[in-house]
């Protein structure tokens, strides 16, 4: 199956700041998600981008699917960014996303 | 819209009862559902598949008769862990897929079962 994976797996940043996080996956894909996961486990979609680029206010991602990659864009973070970050691709064969280690995001004030 | 509950939130239960988590999409109709367990500071872990009407499609190594799964409508799927022990305490999370959404999943909130 598709493997996933993403960096860095921790960030501490000061509230204000841009960060980049990254996912690679080994195979095509025709879906990928991004989610952020508060600290109460909520998953909450962030994302849904098999190619191209989105903008939703302070966040945007890219995925490159010839290049097997996809990057998740947090502009002027803030406190309540903080949580965990999955992507999850869907590869072109199976039913199901594989969910990436995930990036855990601590801002502070 | 796009909006999946899940019951309950959390449970405590002895070892050796049966316990069953309701994963409901709240505005639209799930041609299929997804049952997930997370582990402490892991990541989500694939469990089974299930599709309205047909059985569940169970990950390798995830005992069928220990978990089971039942897909009763386009908007309504339980997992019953039986017979609970100890080791099956965790985190678990449902969601729910809808064809009109580009096959997006959308996730229920979680249910945190510890078993004693």
């Known amino acids: 199956g598709i493997q996933v994976e993403q960096s860095p797996p921790d960030l501490i940043l000061q509230e204000g700041a841009n960060s980049t996080l990254r996912c690679n996956f080994s195979d095509s894909v025709n879906n990928l998600q991004w989610f952020h996961q508060n600290p109460w486990g909520q998953l909450i979609n962030l994302f849904y981008i098999p190619s191209g680029t989105k903008q939703n206010g302070r966040l945007s991602a890219t995925t490159v699917a010839t290049e097997r990659y996809s990057l998740l864009y947090i502009s002027s973070s803030q406190t309540t960014d903080s949580g965990v970050y999955f992507c999850a691709p869907r590869d072109n064969y199976g039913q199901n996303f594989v969910f990436g280690p995930g990036t855990r995001l601590s801002v502070l004030p | 819209g796009a909006v999946v509950s899940q019951h309950p939130s959390w449970v405590i239960c002895k070892s050796g009862t049966s316990v069953k988590i309701e994963c409901r999409s709240l505005d639209f109709q799930a041609t299929t559902m997804f049952w997930y367990r997370q582990f402490p500071k892991q990541s989500l872990m694939l469990m089974a598949t299930?599709?309205?009407?047909?059985?569940?499609?169970?990950e390798q190594g995830v005992e069928k008769d220990k978990f089971l799964i039942n897909h009763a409508s386009l908007t309504l799927s339980t997992l019953t862990v039986t017979s609970a022990h100890p080791e099956d305490s965790s985190f678990y999370i449902c969601?729910?897929?809808?064809?009109?959404?580009?096959?997006?999943?959308?996730f229920g909130p979680g249910t945190r079962l510890t078993v004693l």
């Open positions: 299930s599709n309205e009407g047909s059985k569940a499609t169970y």
């Open positions: 969601s729910a897929e809808s064809g009109r959404t580009y096959n997006e999943q959308f």
